[in-house]
């Protein structure tokens, strides 16, 4: 099964950015989709971004079209989040995931059945 691993987090003051990397291992880690989520302190986990199998689509939450991209390297055993423009609710740990390959991407954690350990950003005012 796909193993995944969050880097790339840190402290950014607002309007910077800040590239997440999840580096995959395991067996068919390129028939995966992967998704990134985020959890604030005292909120619920909350999707941010998901991309197919083969890189064909992609899909954002409303609250980071435009200034988050997620991607995936050509050996497609890492998945990035690219965020720009950064804002202060943007604070959370965030943790990337991975589900069955299918054309159609979803919202819901419950699409994803293997998760990453997370890594925590914090923006600053």
């Known amino acids: 099964q796909v193993q995944l691993v969050e880097s790339g987090g840190g402290l950014v003051q607002a309007g910077g950015s800040l590239r997440l990397s999840c580096a995959a291992s395991?067996?068919?880690?390129?028939?995966?989709?992967k998704g990134w989520f985020r959890q604030a302190p005292g909120k619920e986990r909350e999707f941010v971004a998901a991309v197919t199998w083969n890189g064909a689509n992609t899909y954002y939450a409303d609250s980071v079209k435009g200034r988050f991209t997620i991607s995936r390297d050509k050996a497609k055993n890492t998945v990035y989040l690219q965020m720009n423009s950064l804002k202060v609710e943007d604070t959370a740990v965030y943790y990337c995931?991975?589900?069955?390959?299918?054309?159609?991407?979803?919202?819901?954690?419950?699409?994803?059945?293997?998760w990453g350990q997370g890594t925590q950003v914090t923006v600053s005012s």
């Open positions: 395991g067996r068919a880690t390129g028939t995966y989709n």
């Open positions: 995931a991975a589900g069955p390959a299918t054309d159609v991407l979803g919202s819901s954690s419950h699409q994803y059945n293997r």
